[in-house]
Nanobody, 124 residues
Framework: QVQLVESGGGQVQSGDSLRLACTASGLIFPSFTMSWFRRFPGKEREFVGSINWGSGNTYYDDSVKGRFSVSRDRTKNTGYLQMNSLEPEDTAVYLC?????????????????WGQGTQVTVSW
């Protein structure tokens, strides 16, 4: 079993940066995929980006390319979502998700492990 705990959300102003962290407990294998999603009010979760734990390969949704980046620190069992040039439209609950199984795509929401979510609010 893997548990994911997120931290780092908050309220910032347009143009600011914020880094979210997702710390995993339990056995994390190189095949592990950690992904980030966000949920706007009244909407379903949307894929943001992901990282393969072993290779470090990343993948992003076009909406955040060039502004957001995903990384991980294997020594700390922690993944990160660095968000730059934040806009009010980025206001959402951000969630990390994890899967130890090989995935054909990181976009689907069928992850067995989820963090509790953290609110990010961007004001003008």
């Amino acid at each position: 079993q893997v548990q994911l705990v997120e931290s780092g959300g908050g309220q910032v102003q347009s143009g600011d940066s914020l880094r979210l962290a997702c710390t995993a407990s339990g056995l994390i294998f190189p095949s592990f995929t950690m992904s980030w999603f966000r949920r706007f009010p009244g909407k379903e979760r949307e894929f943001v980006g992901s990282i393969n734990w072993g290779s470090g390969n990343t993948y992003y949704d076009d909406s955040v390319k060039g502004r957001f980046s995903v990384s991980r620190d294997r020594t700390k069992n922690t993944g990160y979502l660095q968000m730059n040039s934040l806009e009010p439209e980025d206001t959402a609950v951000y969630l990390c998700a994890g899967d130890s199984r090989p995935r054909t795509t990181p976009r689907g929401t069928n992850y067995p492990y989820w963090g509790q979510g953290t609110q990010v609010t961007v004001s003008w």
